[in-house]
């Protein structure tokens, strides 16, 4: 916190105590110590060894007394008391943040930040635009510190000169966020078809494309986490769309997911009829968010196409009468339904297959392609 100095223990970090006060007064407390290793920058606190706690403890106090701060020493503290105290400061940490975000965000250049990664504790953000000195420092200093981030997969920056910082997932820094435009995320208008008990939620477009999606915050790092590239290497941007009741939903067009999941995902053996031991996941997955009646219309509609519609004539620009939004070439489509039901063939779920025989190419040779079929009880 900006008007806060905490001394605490610091567990883990090879150190016996922590510090943490505002950066206008960290040239004071390097003059405490007469040799360097005696503390250690671990963002974003200040370790200092057992033997400097009394000169720290006097200096705080001293600091606290002239600039009008609040002191916290959690070192004599029962375990229980001292967490007590540490979710209280968290929390007004947290709120801190929060409003500082909000602030500084609206302020950024447009295109000047690309969403990176999301996890349930926090959102990666990197800078890909210079920002004036005063401007950046601001940014930095409501972004969370990376010392309060937890340890997480790697990922890349696209670019040497880009700056990363986090934020938390919070609604109402995901609100601001909606206003803007940058890099990897998208807001989509749509319209609310349908919602379930157990929070999915279908919508349509203005041109009537189905998505599928949940509140923001129930998704993200949930087992039906749809884009957590951990267990999907789905390459779709990050979209959220305004709900009921100012609910943001994580979104995706299901076509353009289906088509994703097809050519990333699945592996060339599943467009045999052995199912592999992972399919079961894509199965919870149709049922968690009830595409199965999306799923088999949408199936069955590229299995009756004629390759006219399924081809476009360039880029992706579609022949007349063509299916909507269908962005397959004939070998795509097939491909597309064959691995994506045969992921569902064979494992334990309401799904069976039955085979039916159409016309996919423009020599009209048969082709044995794999359609869905809800089982009968």
Same mark, same amino acid.
């Given at each position: 916190?900006?008007?806060?100095? @905490?001394?605490?223990? %610091?567990?883990?970090?090879?150190?016996?105590? !922590?510090?943490?006060?505002?950066?206008?007064?960290?040239?004071?407390?390097? =003059?405490?110590?007469?040799? /360097?290793?005696?503390?250690?920058?671990?963002?974003?606190?200040?370790?200092?060894?057992?033997?400097?706690?009394?000169?720290?403890?006097?200096?705080?106090?001293?600091?606290?007394?002239? $600039?009008?701060?609040?002191?916290?020493?959690?070192?004599?503290?029962?375990?229980?008391?001292?967490?007590?105290?540490?979710?209280?400061?968290?929390?007004?940490?947290?709120?801190?943040?929060?409003?500082?975000?909000?602030? @500084? +965000?609206?302020?950024?250049?447009?295109?000047?930040?690309?969403?990176?990664?999301?996890?349930?504790?926090?959102?990666? +953000?990197? +800078?890909?635009?210079?920002?004036?000195?005063?401007?950046?420092?601001?940014?930095?200093?409501?972004?969370?510190?990376? &010392?309060?981030?937890?340890?997480? #997969?790697?990922?890349?920056?696209?670019?040497?000169?880009?700056?990363?910082?986090?934020?938390?997932?919070?609604?109402?820094?995901?609100?601001?966020?909606?206003?803007?435009?940058?890099?990897?995320?998208? @807001? /989509?208008?749509? #319209?609310?078809?349908?919602?379930?008990?157990?929070?999915?939620? $279908?919508? $349509?477009?203005?041109?009537?494309?189905?998505?599928?999606?949940?509140? $923001?915050?129930?998704?993200?790092?949930?087992?039906?986490?749809?884009?957590?590239?951990?267990?999907? =290497?789905?390459?779709?941007?990050?979209?959220?769309?305004?709900?009921?009741?100012?609910?943001?939903?994580? @979104?995706? /067009?299901?076509?353009?997911?289906? /088509?994703?999941?097809?050519?990333?995902?699945?592996? =060339?053996?599943?467009?045999?009829?052995?199912?592999?031991?992972?399919?079961?996941?894509?199965?919870?997955?149709?049922?968690?968010?009830?595409?199965?009646?999306? +799923?088999?219309?949408?199936?069955?509609?590229?299995? !009756?196409?004629?390759?006219? %519609?399924?081809?476009?004539?360039? &880029?992706?620009?579609?022949?007349? &009468?063509?299916?909507?939004?269908?962005?397959?070439?004939?070998?795509?489509?097939?491909?597309?339904?064959?691995?994506?039901?045969?992921?569902?063939? &064979?494992?334990?779920?309401?799904?069976?297959?039955?085979?039916?025989?159409?016309?996919?190419?423009?020599?009209?040779?048969?082709?044995?392609?794999?359609?869905?079929?809800?089982?009968?009880?």
């Amino acid at each position: 916190m900006k008007d806060t100095i @905490v001394i605490c223990p %610091a567990r883990g970090k090879g150190y016996a105590f !922590a510090i943490s006060f505002p950066r206008a007064l960290v040239e004071g407390f390097k =003059a405490l110590f007469q040799r /360097q290793d005696d503390r250690a920058w671990q963002n974003p606190l200040w370790c200092f060894k057992r033997s400097s706690l009394p000169d720290v403890r006097a200096w705080a106090t001293r600091q606290a007394q002239e $600039h009008i701060l609040t002191l916290y020493d959690l070192t004599e503290l029962s375990k229980a008391q001292r967490e007590q105290l540490e979710a209280s400061i968290w929390q007004s940490e947290y709120e801190e943040h929060i409003a500082a975000m909000v602030e @500084v +965000l609206p302020r950024l250049p447009a295109s000047a930040l690309r969403l990176s990664h999301r996890w349930p504790t926090h959102i990666v +953000l990197d +800078l890909q635009t210079y920002l004036g000195r005063p401007l950046f420092d601001q940014l930095t200093q409501a972004a969370l510190p990376s &010392g309060k981030v937890p340890r997480t #997969s790697y990922t890349p920056l696209q670019s040497s000169s880009d700056s990363r910082c986090y934020a938390a997932p919070d609604q109402r820094i995901l609100r601001v966020l909606m206003d803007m435009h940058f890099r990897n995320f998208s @807001v /989509q208008a749509l #319209s609310l078809v349908h919602s379930f008990d157990n929070g999915a939620a $279908h919508f $349509h477009d203005q041109e009537k494309r189905h998505w599928f999606g949940a509140p $923001h915050h129930t998704v993200i790092g949930a087992p039906f986490d749809f884009m957590a590239k951990a267990a999907h =290497a789905i390459p779709l941007p990050y979209t959220v769309t305004m709900g009921n009741e100012a609910v943001i939903y994580l @979104v995706v /067009q299901a076509d353009a997911y289906l /088509q994703q999941y097809c050519q990333s995902v699945a592996p =060339a053996i599943v467009s045999s009829m052995s199912p592999q031991s992972s399919s079961e996941t894509l199965v919870e997955l149709v049922r968690q968010y009830h595409l199965e009646a999306w +799923l088999q219309a949408h199936v069955s509609e590229l299995c !009756a196409a004629p390759a006219e %519609a399924l081809t476009p004539t360039s &880029g992706e620009t579609h022949a007349p &009468g063509c299916i909507p939004q269908t962005r397959y070439s004939t070998a795509c489509g097939f491909r597309i339904a064959r691995r994506f039901c045969g992921c569902l063939a &064979g494992t334990r779920s309401d799904f069976t297959l039955s085979r039916t025989r159409c016309n996919t190419s423009r020599r009209s040779a048969p082709r044995r392609i794999i359609s869905i079929a809800r089982r009968t009880r």
